[in-house]
C-alpha cells in the first residue's frame, strides 16, 4: 500500500505528475565546511529547509515536492538552500530537479 502522504501529485489531464529534488554532497567538503561539529546534521537543516517548502522527504537526498510545487518552485528551493547554507553550494556534487509523471514505487512488485 503506497502512503498517500509522501505521494502528493498534481494532475494534468489525468496523469499524475510531480516534481522532485534529488541531490548529493561531498561529504569531504561538508567536513571542511559544515560549521557545527558533526557535519552529519547538515542533512536535518536541508530536511528542515524542504519540508518548511513543501517537499516531502521520501529517501536519502529525495524530496517529493506536494501538489503545491512546480518547477518553478524546485529552482526557489535550490536558491534558498544555496542562500541560507553557506556551504551547501560548495558541497553539492549534483543536484536534479525530477518530473515525475506516474507512480514510482516498485515495492509492491517485490
Same mark, same amino acid.
Given at each position: ?6 505521494? &502528493?501529485?498534481?494532475?494534468?489531464? #489525468?496523469?499524475?505528475?510531480?516534481? $522532485?529534488?534529488?541531490?548529493? *554532497?561531498?561529504?569531504?567538503? =561538508? ?27 521520501? &529517501?536519502?537526498?529525495?524530496?517529493? #515536492?506536494?501538489?503545491?510545487?512546480? $518547477?518553478?518552485?524546485?529552482? *526557489?528551493?535550490?536558491?534558498? =538552500? ?29
Amino acid at each position: 500500500m503506497v502512503n498517500s502522504c509522501l505521494y &502528493q501529485f498534481n494532475y494534468l489531464g #489525468g496523469m499524475e505528475m510531480a516534481y $522532485a529534488i534529488a541531490f548529493d *554532497l561531498d561529504t569531504t567538503v =561538508l567536513q571542511e565546511l559544515y560549521p557545527n561539529s558533526s557535519w552529519q546534521n547538515a542533512y536535518g537543516d536541508v530536511k528542515r529547509t524542504l519540508v518548511g517548502l513543501g517537499f516531502n522527504h521520501q &529517501q536519502g537526498s529525495v524530496y517529493f #515536492g506536494n501538489s503545491e510545487i512546480t $518547477a518553478v518552485s524546485c529552482v *526557489l528551493a535550490a536558491q534558498k =538552500l544555496s542562500q541560507t547554507y553557506a556551504w551547501f553550494k560548495p558541497a553539492v556534487s549534483d543536484i536534479r530537479m525530477l518530473r515525475i509523471e506516474e507512480m514510482n514505487d516498485l515495492q509492491p512488485a517485490l
